[in-house]
Structure formats: structure tokens, C-alpha cells
């Protein structure tokens, strides 16, 4: 793994930001490195302040102090935040830009000039170093900034690199992904209560056997399919189990639930970054 260069400032100071910076900071990144920006919630800066973080309400002493700049505000604060970091960007920038369906195109053209702007979607597994992370380089952006990119975001996780109209699926399947899979496990958990598990035993064995699933499937390099060919005898209780899930839609359902996660992202982006009328 590359190592993460030079000091590195966030703008926003959400979950996004708490989850990379708590994943640098357990890759070994210095907090004193690592700066945020908010422009609300004090509460916010301050926690990051108690954990070695430069914190300040003002994007312009972050982007003073950094050359790396993280964009993860939502979509809706991507035009104020942009007008207001434009003043303070200088040529020694590198840009990743993680705000959902915002393109490299529109943060470009908002920040003016000749920006290296990499986009990049994360999800919340930062936290713990075990993201899925796809990147896509804009017009302007090297190879020296894509190197830089990737070490930020591979000190948190893996990092894929994708054509950037890509990154809505993405976003569907990696960046939204964990949140199907806890419905999943809240679903486990409460059926095996109802059949008498105790709810921390129940929800200690649901995760467990999530992440024992996917380290196998990881590990062994084994299709999805063979593997649960594998686990299913004939006539035996996972093929009982699995045939009430074909039987309800369970596929079809996952694969709406990623069109909509796509198309939404695709609605984020035309909402947000439409020129002003006139």
C-alpha cells in the first residue's frame, strides 16, 4: 500500500469524514496532518479536535494547510461549498471529490481554471479499513493525482478504478451496500429471536456468519454461486431456507433496490448542480 502523502483537509465534517479520518488515524496517519472544515455544528469540530484533528469553521485555513482536499458534503451544500473554496484553490491542490453524484465536470467548471479533481465513492467501512472504494479521474487529473487518491482511499480500504458514468452504480452497490446488508442482519436477528435465540446471541451469529461469508468468498476467490452450492445438500435445510427467498422475489428485489440506489444518485447530481436560470 502506497503511503498517504503531505497534510490532508476534509470539508465537511459528517460521517463521510468521520469515517476516513478514523480509518487514516488507525492506518497510522497523525491527527495533526489531518484538518476539517465546517461551517455548522460546532459539535461537530470539536470532536474531531479531541482526537488530534485541526478543526475550524473556515475552508479557507483548510485549504491553507492542505494539499489534499477531501470534498464530502451532501450535494445539496456541493455549489456553496465550491463558491466558497474557489478563492483559496491553488495549482498545488489535489481534489477527491466523494460527494454523491456531483461529477468531476461540474467541480471543475465550479472551482475554475485547471482543477486535478479525482471522484471518489467511499462508503462507511472507512472506519474500520474495509471500505469498497471505486475512483474515476476527471479532465485535469494525472497520474501523480490518481496515485495520491488511491493511497488516501487504499489506507481505509480497497480502491477500484471505474469509468466515471460508472460511479452511480457504484454508488447503488458500494456506497449504499452496507445498508443492505444490515437490513439483512436486523431481519436475521429478529426472525431467530422469534425462534427463541437470546438477541445478542442471535445478533453476535448474524454478523459472524456475514463476515465469515464474505471472507470466504474473498479469501477462496470462489463464485458466490459454488459457494452456496456448496453449503446446500439436497433436500437439506439451507435449500429449504433459500427456496423461500427465490420464492419471495429475493433477487429481484435486490436488483431494484440498486436501480433505484443508481437512478437516485443520477437524481442527486441534475438537482443539484443546474446552472442558475438566465
Given amino acids: 500500500m502506497r ?12 460521517a463521510l469524514t468521520d469515517a476516513l479520518a478514523g480509518g487514516l488515524l488507525a492506518a497510522g496517519v497523525p491527527p495533526e496532518r489531518m484538518w476539517v472544515c465546517n461551517r455548522g ?21 483548510v485549504a491553507d494547510a492542505a494539499d489534499l482536499l477531501v470534498l464530502a458534503v451532501k450535494p445539496a451544500d456541493a455549489a456553496a461549498a465550491l463558491d466558497e473554496l474557489r478563492p483559496s484553490l491553488r495549482p498545488r491542490h489535489r481534489i477527491v471529490s466523494c460527494m454523491a453524484g456531483i461529477s468531476t465536470a461540474y467541480v471543475e467548471a465550479a472551482l475554475g481554471g485547471q482543477p486535478r479533481v479525482v471522484r471518489a465513492m467511499p462508503n ?10 471505486a475512483i474515476s479521474p476527471g479532465r485535469y487529473a494525472d497520474g501523480a493525482d490518481i496515485d495520491a487518491a488511491s493511497a488516501l482511499l487504499q489506507a481505509v480500504g480497497e480502491v477500484v478504478r471505474v469509468d466515471e458514468p460508472l460511479l452511480d452504480a457504484v454508488t447503488a452497490l458500494a456506497g449504499s451496500g452496507p445498508a443492505y446488508v444490515y437490513c439483512l442482519v436486523d431481519a436475521m436477528v429478529a426472525a431467530a429471536s ?7 446471541v442471535a445478533m453476535q451469529l448474524a454478523l459472524r456468519t456475514v463476515a465469515g461469508a464474505a471472507r470466504l468468498a474473498l479469501e477462496t476467490e470462489r463464485r458466490p454461486a459454488d459457494l452456496r452450492a456448496a453449503v446446500s445438500s439436497p433436500g437439506g435445510t439451507t435449500v429449504a431456507g433459500v427456496g423461500v427467498l427465490e ?13 433505484r440506489a443508481a437512478e437516485r444518485s443520477e437524481e442527486l447530481g441534475r438537482q443539484w448542480v443546474q446552472p442558475p436560470p438566465g
Fill in 3 to 14: 503511503t498517504v502523502q503531505g497534510p490532508i483537509g476534509f470539508v465537511g465534517a459528517g
Fill in 41 to 61: 455544528h460546532a459539535d461537530r469540530l470539536e470532536r474531531f479536535r479531541q482526537v488530534g484533528l485541526r478543526a475550524t469553521p473556515s475552508k479557507a485555513d
Fill in 124 to 133: 462507511i467501512a472507512s472506519a474500520v479499513r474495509a471500505s469498497a472504494t
Fill in 194 to 200: 422469534d425462534l427463541g435465540l437470546p438477541e445478542p
Fill in 247 to 259: 420464492a419471495g422475489g429475493f433477487a429481484a428485489l435486490v436488483a431494484a433496490a440498486l436501480r
